[in-house]
């Protein structure tokens, strides 16, 4: 079965750090795009930071030069680092990996960050 499994969410307070993970099961990112997603009480859901296939990074203004998307050697998890947290970082955090007809989500991980 393919499945996505996101973890590494809680509580800290401001100016705190996170590492979330997203594992991949039934694949391996090795074709794949990786996105990580939040999506914030009563907002949209907004693209936070991606990479291609090949290990572009990109990132939302919001979180540059405080967030931080990797893979391990074995492509089969995803991480982002999180640093100097702020309380509109609060959301529900997914990971998606598409290639080409292939899309698949994760069930979300909570971030709060306190003030």
């Known amino acids: 079965e393919v499945q996505l499994v996101e973890s590494g969410g809680g509580l800290v307070q401001a100016g705190g750090s996170l590492r979330l993970s997203c594992a991949a099961s039934?694949?391996?990112?090795?074709?794949?795009?990786i996105g990580w997603f939040r999506q914030a009480p009563g907002q949209e859901r907004e693209g936070v930071a991606s990479i291609t296939s090949g290990g572009r990074t990109n990132y939302a203004d919001s979180v540059k030069g405080r967030f931080t998307i990797s893979t391990d050697n074995a492509k089969i998890t995803v991480y982002l680092q999180m640093n100097s947290l702020k309380p509109e970082d609060t959301a529900v955090y997914y990971c998606?990996?598409?290639?080409?007809?292939?899309?698949?989500w994760g069930q979300g991980t909570q971030v709060t960050v306190s003030s």
């Open positions: 998606n990996a598409y290639y080409g007809s292939r899309d698949y």
């Open positions: 039934g694949f391996t990112f090795d074709d794949y795009d």
